[in-house]
């Protein structure tokens, strides 16, 4: 079989699968990013992170964030899609919405999560540099996608380390053999200890975490890949 060689495109994808944390997507992997689409600026965003608008926040900004008056932005939160400044305006005529010469041609992504734009990508070039095109617009899709997929990730890892700091080791014990289907006897007898401790424990477990059964417990702990480990 012949080897596959692995595309740029593809190289960005395991470098957003690899990243640890927000902060290597938002600045390490996206300056990858700004490089394969040739752009001159580029930033990963997020909706609860814009800067509040008021009488002081300057025009240009003011303009950049208002639905009404950038169609681009409008397009992205309207479809949830990628979009670029000829999806939407007749060529040229976004270089008389933003005077910004790096910024003479625009394209943005959709950041998702649980059905929820949160956040977008956004790419520019000069514009004196060639416009983006379908390609482009294909490719960034690809990338949301990615980036969607591994910031839910990464949030959840955070979820799950919080809520482990929060069990002791004897709880998550307990826990992994209430997911396993034992009852309170057969988990002291694994453990070694009495089946009043077991539900002792449970007790405090079902308070921790406030749920009122096993079954709610398992569930709540079950979504967070990574809490209850093998032990």
């Known amino acids: 079989m012949e080897s596959v060689t692995t595309t740029p495109l593809q190289q960005l994808f395991q470098a957003i699968a690899q990243a640890q944390d927000a902060y290597v997507l938002r600045q390490h992997v996206m300056e990858q990013v700004g490089q394969y689409f040739a752009a001159k600026r580029w930033r990963l965003w997020f909706l609860d992170q814009l800067p509040a608008m008021d ?100 949030q959840s890892q955070t979820i799950a380390t919080r809520e482990r700091s929060r069990l002791t080791p004897r709880e998550i014990q307990i826990a992994e053999r209430v997911a396993q289907g034992l009852t309170n006897r057969e988990i002291g007898a694994d453990l070694w200890i009495t089946e009043n401790s077991v539900k002792q424990a449970l007790k405090r477990l079902f308070s921790k975490l406030d749920v009122s059964s096993r079954a709610e417990m398992v569930a709540q702990l079950s979504g967070h890949p990574g809490l209850m480990g093998s032990s």
């Not at 303009?63 to 999806?87: F, I």
């Not at 910024?103 to 998702?112: A, D, K, L, R």
Request: hydrophobic fraction near 40%; charge should be negative.
């Open 55 to 154: 009488d002081q926040t300057p025009k240009l900004l003011r303009q950049a964030l208002s639905l009404d008056y950038n169609p681009v932005l409008r397009y992205l939160v309207q479809r949830h899609a990628v979009v670029h400044d000829e999806t939407v305006l007749p060529p040229g005529a976004w270089q008389t919405l933003c005077p910004r010469a790096d910024h003479g041609h625009v394209m943005v992504g959709p950041i998702i999560r649980n059905g929820q734009l949160i956040g977008g990508v956004a790419v520019t070039r000069h514009r004196d540099d060639p416009a983006f095109h379908a390609d482009n617009l294909a490719d960034l899709s690809a990338l949301c996608l990615h980036l969607s997929i591994r910031l839910a990730d990464l």
